[in-house]
């Protein structure tokens, strides 16, 4: 039998774990709600599947494996809502089935270490909707589900060279802040490992050895740059969106070691450092 994963909301992190299954001979149906979109899919080796519920229960049935991208919004679960009864149908026969939260449903705990046991006590409406999220997952009979918290995602497309050759970035200086974080490819490397040692119930943090406050990023980023190190800028006097100004409500280490002792998983960039360099590297010609 073929595996088959079938990617509800396939982005970025999703993007990144194709390219590790698809030279094993994994098929991979991923979702997209353009015909657009859907071409663009194609010249990657995906399968793609209209956001529509019939397409989307017929790529169910076929799949061996579920993983799920596709975030909450203030009416619930996209995916659980548009084919919840096809997923608890189907439930008993996917080997495995991995959920993308986000750390931020353990809430602040002003720079103190977090780990999977910790108790989710969200301070943003976003992190309230990832914690509903993962119980309504967790409710579904029979379903092998593992959930993989993910600190910030960074990785090619998304770093912060541009910004700072460009004369935009900042250093946002907030006291005591820090924020852990992910390369996008050791997400990736989480997820295949996962899939390799399936676990029904597990939840895990994905994230690097190296929680930092974010100026340090900044900085370093405009030292591998060789240009001079962005302004710094006082939190509170600083020009922010809603959504950047509620990353900061938030401080907190989070804890890897069960990637590490459960998985097996040895990162690639197992800090900013490593990770920033790789990217400075990709990039050039």
Request: charged share 20%.
């Amino acid at each position: 039998m073929t595996n088959t994963l079938l990617s509800l909301g396939h982005g970025y992190s999703a993007r990144a774990l194709a390219e590790l299954l698809l030279p094993q001979g994994w098929r991979i149906l991923g979702t997209t709600r353009t015909p657009e979109k859907a071409e663009a899919l194609a010249k990657t080796g995906i399968e793609p599947v209209l956001w529509e519920e019939e397409a989307l229960k017929a790529a169910l049935a076929q799949s061996t494996h579920l993983l799920v991208s596709a975030g909450p919004g203030p009416d619930g679960d996209p995916s659980l809502n548009l084919i919840g009864d096809a997923i608890a149908a189907h439930a008993p026969n996917l080997y495995w089935a991995g959920y993308l939260s986000t750390t931020g449903v353990y809430g602040d705990h002003h720079g103190a270490w977090v780990d999977e046991t910790t108790p989710l006590t969200p301070g943003t409406e976003r992190g309230m909707q990832r914690v509903e999220a993962e119980a309504a997952w967790g409710a579904i009979t029979g379903l092998p589900l593992h959930v993989f918290r993910l600190a910030g995602i960074y990785g090619p497309g998304r770093g912060p060279f541009a910004k700072v050759r460009a004369g935009k970035a900042r250093q946002i200086i907030k006291r005591g802040q820090v924020f852990s974080r992910i390369h996008v490819d050791d997400i990736a490397r989480v997820l295949a490992a996962s899939i390799e040692r399936p676990n029904p119930g597990a939840v895990y943090n994905v994230c690097d050895n190296d929680p930092a406050p974010p100026q340090d990023v900044i900085a370093h980023a405009a030292q591998l740059l060789q240009l001079p190190e962005p302004p710094k800028v006082d939190f509170a006097k600083a020009e922010l969106t809603d959504m950047a100004r509620s990353f900061y409500a938030e401080s907190k280490r989070v804890s890897n070691e069960r990637i590490k002792n459960e998985l097996g998983v040895e990162l690639l960039y197992p800090d900013y450092h490593a990770g920033l360099a790789a990217l400075l590297r990709d990039e050039s010609p």
